[in-house]
């Protein structure tokens, strides 16, 4: 049973904490709800969007649609052995709560991934990653709403071609497919992913010599609080834009100009810091009335209070626009824009 809400305040419904209006508003707490959304002739003609904690949108505008609030819960062992569990969660899940509940039960894989913000219906959308790890490398299949089908359908890993903060439900079939549930494969053997040095460096500050996944989890949950804006206390999206891949040629010319740039190898080409180039560019820390870039991750927008998305839009075009004049490097947000 769903109920339709009409003229709602989406400020409580982003992390960015954005005045916006949605003309009509439903909460979906079953797949039976999403169904019923989506073959609904009362709705067919609306423009419809599903968010889960809205904390990867920028409003910048009213939406005169639908919007479906995904609230789909339930977590569920469907299968294990000596060495791994299948584990499917609903997709109205959040997310750090899933992550808690699988350390909680010893399941290794996603520890990495603590404090991400958001839900687990959006964790494959763009394909969430931290500290090492990406949601692909454990993910089994996702289950959806086909629209174009009318029915519920699986994907397995390989069908949602994951890429870096991308996948099939971002790009090639944007919009089409609505995530009710998700199966991770995850470990009861767990093999520790401590490649990023600043885990290290944590867990020594803790004194943890043999580390367990709680502590990599402590570790993150450490470091992203020290880096990164608790959206309650001041808006923001996490990281606004995507970390730029770039040819060699682009890398070594940046690299001229400024020999401390931040670049990763990425295949042939290389990723570049996209908060370094921000923070070379001059932003970190800078504020325009109720905009900022935040002081200790460039590559984090703030709301100081009363922003609007319009003006979140124009601060991220000016920086955009700072990059490519300084280095000729095309910053693409991370964030949906709407
Ligand atoms: N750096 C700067 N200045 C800055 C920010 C970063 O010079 O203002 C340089 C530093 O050298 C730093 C390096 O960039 O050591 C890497 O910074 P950080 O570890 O914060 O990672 P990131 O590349 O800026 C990415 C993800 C984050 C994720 C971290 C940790 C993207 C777009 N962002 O940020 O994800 O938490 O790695 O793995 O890939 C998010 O997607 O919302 C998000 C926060």
Redesign the pocket.
Known sequence: MITLQKNISLQAHNSFGIEANAKLFVEVKSEDDLKEVYTSAQFEHERKMVIGSGS?ILFTQDFDGLIVKNQIGGIELINEDADEVLIRAGSGVHWHEFVLHCIDHGWGGIE?LSL??GTVGAAPV?N?????VELKDVLHSVRAWDLGLNEFVELSRDQCEFG??SSIFKHQRKGQLVISSVVFRLSKKPVLQRS?G?INEALKAMGIASASIRDISNAVIS??SS??PDPVQLGN???????PVVSKERMEAICSLDA?L?SFPFGEAF?L????L???AGW?GHREGNVGC?E?????LVNFGRATGKEILAFSHNIQASVWEKYGVELEP?VNLL
């Not at 810091?273 to 370094?276: I, L, T």
């Open positions: 990867n990495n991400i913000p763009q969430i990653g931290a500290y090492g870096y903060r990023y600043a470091i992203r880096k990164l999206a996490g990281s606004f834009f995507k970390n401390h931040v990723k810091s996209a908060g370094w921000i923070e070379a970190k935040y200790k991750q460039s590559l984090v991370e």
